[in-house]
């Protein structure tokens, strides 16, 4: 594959990345405020991985993500 047919396919992976990574926030941003708080990623842990956490490691979780 050529130079530039090696940048198109990464920059086409980028581009799902970033499109993957945006859906997965989407769904966990219940609120649509533009954060995914300590409450909407328990929710979300709760509901996908049939856990509960704790709210501290949910607030510990959140605050890595940033």
Excluded: P, W
């Amino acid at each position: 594959m050529s130079n530039g047919g090696n940048r198109r396919l990464a920059t086409r992976n980028k581009s799902s990345v970033q499109q993957a990574a945006s859906s997965v926030f989407a769904a966990l941003d219940k609120d649509d405020d533009g954060k995914v708080s300590a409450f909407e990623l328990r929710g979300c842990m709760v509901v996908e991985l049939g856990e509960d956490v704790f709210e501290e490691a949910a607030a510990i979780l959140g605050k890595a993500k940033g």
